[in-house]
């Protein structure tokens, strides 16, 4: 007989406890996922990176045994509007807006500010049948009880998008650029595998990049709050420049310092002794995933080489099996990564608008397909390299 579940809605993880959340977000046997853990998500809430004033207030899903043990969660956030999500969809706002529609607010499952694929559907290892199904039943109660518009997971995985599909949400294809090691001994074997005039034009990069420079990799207990203090300032001087709203404060980032040392690698470029330029990456457990980067300066190549450049050389010296850098940015794909599929899921309460977005989404995956073929073609790696990775099953 299967055990009675019931869901709960709550608006600050101070009220579930980490061992709980944890059991959910990275259960034994699953690669480790920093982004969806209770130390991220946690500073994040604390440091007031988010809350009601930034746009992003939680209203995290639980579902709960007979006995209150928690069996399944999601990261759950009531948006009043679409900025830091990395999945846009601003034009469907405004169509609906146009229609006399209400499209704010709405519901994001996501990890804020991180466009990482993970699980999204928290499930926790040995939790009774039907925990997921109650769980995306909970998430749709709570998207009718607040009168959202619309339901969204962003970054879901592939396996999560295909139950989510079964469930009747439409799913949306998008494109991200991972570096995958292929067991290369170092970065100039990964170069072996390129075609000559892109290593070339790499170690001339590399070059141009490194020179009057110290670039140095920091782990764990090795970042201080000198080094903090430096990040932020790239961080806010970047972020001010191209998004015009930085959300991570200060705090956030000696809150994860101090809970999540182990899960951080910090790259910092210094020019006479003085720090210039850095990037911030998390570590999984066979990932690391670049995520926000910032300069003081401008300097040629500057971004490629502290930010993927060293993110690759890193991988492959202590085995990482991929290197995931974030959203867009065709240019990466010379410099070695390859097109991967992202997939989220949409869910409408106007079922007449949803079926536009879901003709809209199936009309877009033509295009993202065709996109990622061409990209594919175009790889900077050479012929007998493609042939032998494409005779290869994945």
Same mark, same amino acid.
């Given at each position: ?9 709550v ?6 406890g ?10 034994r ?6 982004f969806?853990s209770?130390?991220f998500?946690?500073?994040l809430?604390?440091s ?17 045994d ?12 009531l ?9 846009f ?7 609906y ?17 991180t466009p ?5 559907l ?5 939790a ?6 109650a769980?995306?039943?909970? +998430?749709?109660?709570l998207r009718?009880a607040?009168?959202a518009?619309?339901?969204h997971?962003?970054?879901?995985t ?15 294809a998008?494109e ?9 001994r ?23 990049a490194?020179?009057g +420079?110290v670039?140095?990799?920091?782990a ?21 420049r ?11 980032f ?11 690698? +910090?790259?910092?470029a ?10 911030i990456?998390?570590l ?9 980067w910032g ?9 490629f080489?502290?930010c993927?450049?060293?993110?690759i050389?890193?991988a ?8 995931e ?16 599929l ?5 869910d409408?309460?106007?079922?007449g608008?949803?079926a ?16 990622i ?13 493609k042939?032998?990775r ?5």
């Open positions: 007989m299967a055990l009675e579940l019931s869901a709960r809605i608006q600050s993880l101070e009220s579930v980490a061992a709980a959340w944890d059991a959910c977000a990275n259960p046997g699953a690669p480790h996922n920093p969806v209770y130390a998500l946690q500073a809430e604390r007031g990176s988010v809350g009601r004033k930034t746009g992003w207030a939680p209203v995290h899903v639980l579902v709960e007979a006995t209150g043990r928690l069996v399944a969660c999601a990261p759950t956030y948006k009043s509007h679409s900025l830091g999500e990395y999945v969809d601003q034009g469907w706002a405004q169509a807006e146009r229609a006399g529609g209400r499209y704010y607010p709405k519901l994001q499952v996501a990890s804020p500010f990482v694929t993970g699980r999204r928290l499930v926790a290892d040995g009774p049948h039907g925990a997921s199904a769980l995306i039943g909970a +998430l749709r109660g009718q607040l009168e518009s619309s339901l997971i962003a970054f879901a592939p396996s999560e998008a295909e139950t989510l599909r079964a469930a009747g949400f439409t799913l949306r998008g991200q650029f991972h570096f995958t090691n292929e067991d290369y170092d970065f100039d074997d990964f170069l072996d595998a390129l075609a000559s005039r892109k290593r070339k034009a790499i170690r001339r990069e590399r070059r141009e490194q020179t +420079l670039i140095e990799r920091l764990g207990a090795e970042i201080k709050p000198a080094h903090w203090d430096a990040f932020f300032a790239f961080y806010m001087d970047t972020g001010a191209k998004w015009g709203r930085p959300y991570l404060t200060r705090a956030f000696d809150m994860i310092g101090e809970t999540m040392a182990e899960r951080l690698l +910090l790259v910092m210094r020019e006479n002794g003085a720090p210039i330029a850095g990037a990456n998390f999984g457990d066979d990932a690391i995933y670049g995520r926000n300069a003081l300066v401008e300097r040629p190549f500057l971004h080489e502290v993927y450049y060293q993110a050389e890193h492959i010296a202590h085995g990482y099996k991929r290197v850098a974030g959203a867009q940015g065709e240019h990466k794909l010379a410099r070695g990564y390859r097109p991967v992202t997939w989220s899921a949409h409408f309460a106007d079922k608008f949803g536009a977005i879901a003709d809209y989404c199936r009309r877009e995956r033509l295009e993202v397909d065709a996109m073929a061409e990209q594919e073609a175009a790889l900077p790696f050479r012929n007998d390299v042939e032998t494409e005779k290869t099953p994945s």
